[in-house]
């Protein structure tokens, strides 16, 4: 069966005459799942080094997440201007939600409910003894 209009196959689809090209095929598919997989780790690292930045600049601050997010949106975007669009901002604010969320889960972060309190970087919070 032969499909003329290929407009509707898959990208990493290879068709060699009139046949579909497994081998070729399997590797554009594992050529493509690299580069999601790289580009996604990218992301998560920048987003991940401009929260840290943030916790930088603010040495032992408590931060409610809203404002982690908001912040670190605007962090990004001074890394790359595509996302300085105001229709990414909630896409993006649930990225560094995840991210943050993620390195809460890892310790590298903690949160606490309530007023004056927050979302804080641990190592910049000493134990009380």
């Known amino acids: 069966m032969s499909n003329k209009n290929n407009s509707s196959k898959p990208d990493y689809l290879v068709i060699e005459n009139d046949r579909v ?3 070729k095929s ?6 493509m799942v690299d580069a999601y ?8 690292s920048l987003i991940s ?7 930088d600049e603010n040495l032992g601050a408590n931060i409610s997440q ?8 605007g962090l990004l975007a001074r890394h790359n201007p595509n996302f300085n669009n105001p229709q990414l901002f909630g896409v993006l604010s649930k990225k ?3 991210v943050l969320k993620s390195e809460i889960e890892e310790g590298i972060y903690a949160s606490k409910k309530g007023p004056g309190l927050g ?3 641990v190592r910049d919070h000493k134990p009380k003894v």
């Open 37 to 44: 997989i790289a580009s996604h780790e990218a992301e998560r």
């Open 49 to 55: 080094a401009c929260i840290s930045h943030l916790f």
């Open 21 to 23: 090209n497994r081998d």
């Open 96 to 98: 560094v939600l995840e």
């Open 66 to 73: 809203s404002a982690i997010a908001s912040m670190t949106v």
């Open 26 to 31: 399997l590797a554009n598919y594992a050529s």
């Open 119 to 121: 979302t804080f970087r």
